[in-house]
Each structure stands twice: as C-alpha cells, then as structure tokens.
C-alpha cells in the first residue's frame, strides 16, 4: 500500500502543469473559447442563412409555381420567341390562326395580339379597348415603357425572327405576374432565419452541456472517492485528468489521502512503541516492587519506634498504589490493542455487586464514609464478564476513596431509566472537575470505559460540586 501512494505521489508531482499554462489550462479559458466561437459564429452564419434561404425560396419557386403553363418568365419569353421564328413566311391568316391555338393550349388566360409590317393592329385575344388600330413610333415606345414598369408581364417578338426584324411584324404576349409568384407565404424567410438562429443556439446549449457534464462526472467520481474507503480505512486516490481547477482540486485530495496515510503509520508506530514501554515497564517495575515489600515485611519485626512504623505503613500503601497503578497500566494497554479477552455471559449483576461492596467494606469504614446500598431483592442479569465487571467495580470504589473521600458518603442503588434497570454509583465529592491530591492520568476510568464497552454497556457520568453519578445501563 505504502509503494503504491509513493507511486501516486510522483505521479501528481510529475502532472503539475507550469506556471504560465494554468490559464490555459483552467475551466475558465475553455468555457470562453466556446462563449468566443459562437460569438464568431453569428456574424458568420447570419449572411449564410441569408443565402440558403434565397437559395431555397428560388428551388420553391421553380419546383412550385402558382400557374403550371408558366414555369418562370425566361422560360415563358424563350417559349414565344421560338413561336415567332416558326411563323416566318407565314400568311397573315396563318398567323391569326396559329396566335389562336396557342393562346388555348401553351398560353392561357393570357392576352395576345399582333401588329403587321405596316403597323396595323390585326388580331386581339381576347378584344383590349386600350390598343390602338394603327402604331406609330411613339405608341410604341409608350407601350414599351409601361409594360416594362407596370402591368401584366408583357414579351415582344419579332414574327419570323424572334429577336430580330424579319419585316412581318411584331406579336406581343401579355400574362399576370402572379403566375410566377412562389405558392408560399410571406414569412418563409422569416421561418429559414429562425431556424438556423435555433440551430445555432441548440449547438450552443449541447457544446456547454457536454462541458458542464464533463465537470459533473469528475466531480461525481471525486465525491465517490471521498465516501469510498481502502483497506486501511482511509479515502481511495482517484485518478487526475486535466490540469484544470477539479484537476488541482483531485491532486491535492491525493496529497491529502497521502498525508493521513503517512500520519496512520506514524500513530501506529507510536502506538506499537507506547504498548511495549508500558508492557516492559511493568515488567521491569514488578521486580523491585516485588524486592521493596519484602525488605518491608522483614523490617516489620525489627523493634521499631512509633514513627518508623508510621513510616513502614505509608510506604506499604504507597506500593500498593502502585502495584495497583501498574495493574491498571497493564489491563488499558491489553483493552486498548484488543487483547484483553473477556467472556460476557448472563450474570446476576446485583450479586457481584453485593460481594465487591462486601470487600471494600472494612476501606470505607476506616475512611469514615457513609455507605448506602440500596439495592432491589431480585436480580438484574446482565451479559458481562465477572473478572471484568469486578475490575470496573473496583476501580470505581477506588477513585471514590481516592478523590471524593471528602464528601464522607457513597451510594449504590437501581433506578429506571428509559424503562430499562440501570446501576448507579454515587458519592457527594467536589466532583471531577476539582483538583484532587491523589488526581493522575485518569487511567481508572479509562479502564471502566473500555470495559463497559467491551461487555456492551452504556456509561454516564453527572458530576458537578455537590458529587457524581455513574450510571451503567445495559444496551441489549
């Protein structure tokens, strides 16, 4: 596990992006690019809608005209004038005659006539009131300009030549512009130019939701990585992608998985070297202890003053103490690592509570403190551990002897609470809070708490200046 976060923490050294690339490469600078590219798009696609739709209207109109014998004006107007070259040399009822089936079947609802080489005007389909019986050079002129800037769609033809005079007069074709006009409405180009500002706008709102996702799914996986943990309890490394903001934001949870990795080890470490010193220096302080009591019990019988014996008695407590300090010492060390075994079963906890009550007795008297048990005739069983249960009892006798000896008092009774039987130990000391004479590092209840939750029990503590209550309540 080790080699493998030395192995992700080069990998994130080696992906550091520069200092001149950050930028670049950052959430900021890419989502402007896409805010700059469509910007630049606007301009750019405004005149080629334009164009398209032009283009479009034009293959509508040639696809779709309104009159099916007009396809579009050239064609009508090249139609005419290959009429007008097939009637060269014809007679003029020829002409009259021919004019006559095409108005029917090429060019109908149309308005036809024709003028021969002397300007007489001989044949009108149908009867125009507005046309002169003989053409002079004016009229026709006249004619010309108003045909070409108002009126029906107006084609001339020279007969026999078409375009050019060939001396047999001239035909004239007249048809209703509307003929040609599209079959569409007038907001079809208002509709082209709608749908590629959509078109544009659709590109848009996809391109930043595939970037907005790309961070939501980054940021998804990194929210999994966090709520995701190895084998050694700590968060899993997730993999780095771009050298952007998330991409800095993925090195340094690395960096942090890395860091709380290498202080677990540390804190194992420390831990591993605090259980042996412990182990050892209990090991190696029972020896002169052992030594010490034994000089002491030999010195008993010496004849000895008052005060020699005096002293002979404290030093005999004072060991005692801390035979007992190293036995707390021991029995934290082993609960602490998990290798104090303890064998809960159903006991009769109200039993083992009588007899260690019995054998701190004879203790509390020479203190001169109150007893008052007070405890039900039935029994309360509990899963506990005897030794165990003993242990926590006796360091709770002890530390009231110890600091709340003062208060000249202690109680044991049952009282009920959230309907369950629970144990109280009380004494009307000056409460943890107060410095005590015999105050050290705790270990005593230390030691009852890890035990009360090896055997699966609830502790509670009330203190304050007028005394303190333990309560031990059974979770099961």
Same mark, same amino acid.
């Given at each position: ?21 950050? $930028? ?8 402007? %690019? ?22 479009? &209207?034009?293959? %509508? ?12 004006? &050239? ?102 512009? &509307? ?31 595939? $970037?907005?996702?790309?961070? @939501? @799914? ?10 995701? @943990? ?45 259980? @042996? ?13 052992? %030594? ?18 005096? &002293? ?40 083992? %509570? ?78 943890? #809070? ?23 029990? #609830? ?18």
């Amino acid at each position: 596990m080790s080699r493998t976060r030395k192995s992700w923490a080069r990998l994130r050294r080696s992906s550091r992006p520069g200092q001149g690339g950050r $930028f670049r490469s950052s959430l900021l600078f890419r989502y402007l %690019v896409i805010i700059v590219v469509a910007m630049m798009l606007l301009p750019i696609m405004l005149p080629a809608t334009l164009i398209v739709s032009s283009v479009l &209207s034009a293959w %509508v109109t040639d696809m779709k005209p309104a009159n099916s014998h007009y396809l579009s004006s &050239s064609r009508t107007e090249d139609s005419w004038h290959r009429e007008a070259v097939a009637l060269k040399g014809a007679t003029p009822e020829q002409i009259s005659t021919h004019l006559k089936k095409i108005q029917g079947n090429t060019f109908p609802d149309s308005q036809i006539f024709w003028v021969d080489a002397g300007g007489k005007t001989r044949l009108e389909l149908p009867t125009q009131p507005d046309l002169p019986e003989h053409w002079d050079a004016m009229q026709a002129i006249t004619f010309m300009k108003q045909a070409s800037y108002q009126g029906p769609f107006t084609v001339v033809a020279f007969i026999g030549g078409g375009q050019k005079n060939a001396d047999q007069g001239y035909m004239v074709l007249k048809v209703p512009r &509307s003929f040609f006009d599209q079959s569409r409405t007038d907001n079809s180009m208002a509709l082209y130019y709608l749908f590629f500002i959509l078109l544009i706008l659709a590109a848009f709102i996809f391109v930043s939701l595939l $970037f907005f996702g790309g961070i @939501r @799914r980054r940021l998804v996986r990194l929210q999994a990585a966090m709520s995701q @943990r190895g084998e050694d309890g700590l968060p899993i490394f997730v993999s780095t992608g771009r050298p952007d903001e998330i991409g800095k934001l993925e090195e340094a949870f690395n960096q942090m998985v890395e860091q709380l990795a290498e202080s677990r080890g540390r804190e194992r470490q420390e831990e591993e070297l605090r259980k @042996r010193l412990v182990a050892d220096l209990s090991h190696d302080i029972r020896t002169p202890l052992t %030594v010490v009591r034994s000089h002491l019990y030999s010195l008993d019988d010496e004849n000895l003053s008052n005060r020699g014996r005096q &002293s002979i008695t404290l030093m005999e407590n004072k060991l005692k103490d801390l035979g007992s300090l190293i036995d707390n010492l021991l029995a934290y060390n082993l609960l602490s690592s998990g290798k104090y075994t303890l064998n809960n079963e159903p006991r009769d906890i109200l039993r083992l %509570v009588r007899e260690c009550a019995a054998s701190w007795y004879p203790v509390w008297e020479k203190e001169d403190l109150e007893v008052d048990i007070d405890l039900p005739e039935h029994s309360i069983v509990w899963k506990v551990d005897e030794q165990g249960f003993r242990r926590l009892l006796d360091n709770l006798f002890q530390n009231v002897v110890r600091h709340a000896a003062s208060g000249r008092y202690i109680g044991i009774h049952v009282e009920e609470l959230n309907g369950k039987e629970a144990l109280v130990i009380a004494d009307k000391g000056p409460g943890m #809070e107060q410095q005590s004479s015999e105050k050290g590092a705790g270990i005593g209840l230390a030691i009852t708490e890890l035990l009360a939750r090896e055997m699966n029990l #609830e502790r509670d503590i009330v203190s304050s200046s007028a005394g303190t209550q333990i309560r031990f309540l059974n979770k099961t």
